[in-house]
């Protein structure tokens, strides 16, 4: 029988920085953040290096904010979906919707299968619903986030999974791009067509 372990038994859980508490500064030489955001979560799941067309929301401060670096594991305790942090989004500003997990010892668990599990995982998604049954709010706090259990199985097994995992994402998404391209290339040819024929 697979034994299980709460997630703060594996990791460390950084709390992003509140955004009614940072200071917006006026000094020039203070520096600009963008904010990390759902679109961000997405695309680094996905791994797609496609940017969303939407305005990113900055904030210009001299405080000392939470900031991902790249292959950072983050947490949306809106959706409680996760990823590893793109270099396209290194240096973000990470916002108290977010936490960082820093494996306690990797040699222990695997970031990307617990990744998996936060993600597709139907035992996973099962306990954050009867944690949020008969709450008012929908955002998923650290302490639920503490209490869940992960499924423990070898670490070589957990690598596996989360290698799979990370792969099946990046080659779904550029069969989406492809897809998307010869759609385009398709809708360009017989707009073309059409215009030919009316001439």
Same mark, same amino acid.
């Given at each position: 029988?697979?034994?299980?372990?709460?997630?703060?038994?594996?990791?460390?859980?950084?709390?992003?920085?509140?955004?009614?508490?940072?200071?917006?500064?006026? *000094?020039?030489?203070?520096? /600009? @953040?963008?904010? !990390?955001?759902? +679109?961000?979560?997405?695309?680094?799941?996905? =791994?797609?290096?496609?940017?969303?067309?939407?305005?990113?929301?900055?904030?210009?401060?001299?405080?000392?904010?939470?900031?991902?670096?790249?292959?950072?594991?983050?947490?949306?305790?809106?959706?409680?979906?996760?990823?590893?942090?793109?270099?396209?989004?290194?240096?973000?500003?990470?916002?108290?919707?977010?936490?960082?997990?820093?494996?306690?010892?990797? *040699?222990?668990?695997?970031? /990307? @299968?617990?990744? !998996?599990?936060? +993600?597709?995982?139907?035992?996973?998604?099962? =306990?954050?619903?009867?944690?949020?049954?008969?709450?008012?709010?929908?955002?998923?706090?650290?302490?639920?986030?503490?209490?869940?259990?992960?499924?423990?199985?070898?670490?070589?097994?957990?690598?596996?999974?989360?290698?799979?995992?990370?792969?099946?994402?990046?080659?779904?998404?550029?069969?989406?791009?492809?897809?998307?391209?010869?759609?385009?290339?398709?809708?360009?040819?017989?707009?073309?067509?059409?215009?030919?024929?009316?001439?």
């Amino acid at each position: 029988m697979t034994y299980k372990k709460k997630i703060s038994e594996l990791f460390l859980i950084k709390g992003g920085s509140p955004q009614v508490r940072i200071k917006v500064s006026k *000094n020039t030489d203070a520096r /600009n @953040y963008f904010f !990390y955001d759902q +679109n961000h979560l997405l695309q680094d799941i996905s =791994q797609s290096e496609i940017e969303d067309s939407a305005v990113e929301k900055t904030i210009k401060t001299e405080d000392t904010v939470e900031v991902a670096e790249e292959n950072d594991m983050i947490i949306s305790l809106i959706s409680a979906t996760s990823a590893k942090v793109s270099v396209q989004h290194q240096g973000y500003l990470i916002s108290q919707n977010y936490v960082k997990l820093v494996p306690i010892d990797e *040699n222990i668990i695997d970031e /990307n @299968y617990v990744i !998996y599990l936060l +993600n597709e995982s139907h035992l996973v998604k099962k =306990q954050l619903a009867r944690q949020l049954q008969g709450s008012n709010f929908v955002k998923v706090t650290i302490a639920i986030l503490k209490n869940l259990e992960i499924p423990m199985i070898p670490i070589e097994k957990q690598r596996q999974i989360g290698k799979w995992y990370m792969k099946t994402n990046r080659l779904n998404t550029l069969r989406q791009r492809v897809e998307m391209n010869q759609k385009r290339l398709a809708d360009e040819l017989i707009e073309r067509g059409i215009i030919n024929a009316t001439l």
